[in-house]
């Protein structure tokens, strides 16, 4: 069974401009979680979406926002991007609510 | 609010020794715990995962953790270190009945074996 994966891999941005990254879940998964990873916060919790519904959602600007489609795959979007927006965007699906695979990130670098 | 302590940002082992790594929690509900590794440029990988049952849980690459309610630890241990274990590890605690899915991390530990 093929695993969470994202794209694109690696993105190069600039200030002030918008962006937009996807996840798509293993199969069947009908929950994906987005977390941001940087060397100064560590892991944070972006959003939780399920069934095309957002069930949390952790505490970022609302410059951050998500969607999930019908067949589950998951976008989120940052605009008016900052320099601290650089960070590796994981994305995570889970069947059920005790185990959450990881896709391999993306890493935004916003100059 | 839940909370995970992983102390030591850095362990140095040597090959063939033991691997401890210490991870402590905060919940005030029943806590999922759960162990991941990180290697360079990618994404988690989960270890092994706590939720209910036997306290003593095993994962993959003969990791091992056990969840000690009574000093609110959950520490990762390996018999035998292989260079292949170096990585970073997190810690990480998820909360029970909520319906849906947030991990809580801890900051890592970076794990470097030594020849």
């Known amino acids: 069974k093929a695993g969470v994966t994202q794209t694109p891999r690696y993105l190069i941005k600039t200030r002030g401009q918008q962006v937009t990254l996807s996840c798509s879940p293993i199969?069947?998964?009908?929950?994906v979680s987005w977390y941001q990873q940087t060397p100064g916060q560590g892991l944070q919790f972006l959003f939780e979406?399920?069934?095309?519904?957002?069930?949390n959602k952790g505490n970022f600007p609302g410059r951050f926002s998500g969607r999930q489609f019908s067949n589950s795959r998951s976008e989120m979007n940052v605009s008016t991007l900052e320099l601290g927006d650089s960070a590796l965007y994981l994305c995570?699906?889970?069947?059920?609510?005790?185990?959450?695979?990881f896709g391999p990130g993306t890493r935004l670098t916003v100059t | 609010a839940q909370s995970v302590t992983q102390l030591g940002s850095h362990v140095s082992v040597s090959e063939g020794a033991l691997v401890l790594l210490r991870c402590n929690y905060s919940?005030?509900?029943?806590?999922?715990l759960f162990w991941y590794v990180q290697y360079p440029n990618q994404g988690l990988q989960l270890l092994l995962k706590?939720?209910?049952?036997?306290?003593l849980v095993k994962g993959i690459n003969g990791f091992e953790a056990e969840f000690k309610k009574s000093e609110t630890s959950f520490h990762l241990t390996k018999p035998s270190a292989h260079m292949s274990d170096a990585a970073e590890y997190f810690c990480?605690?998820?909360?029970?009945?909520?319906?849906?899915?947030?991990?809580?991390f801890g900051t890592g530990t970076r794990l470097l074996v030594s020849p």
């Open positions: 919940s005030s509900v029943p806590p999922y």
């Open positions: 979406y399920f069934s095309e519904t957002q069930r």
């Open positions: 995570a699906s889970s069947l059920a609510r005790d185990e959450q695979y």
């Open positions: 990480a605690v998820s909360r029970e009945g909520t319906g849906f899915q947030k991990l809580v």
């Open positions: 706590y939720t209910t049952g036997a306290t």
């Open positions: 199969s069947g998964h009908r929950s």
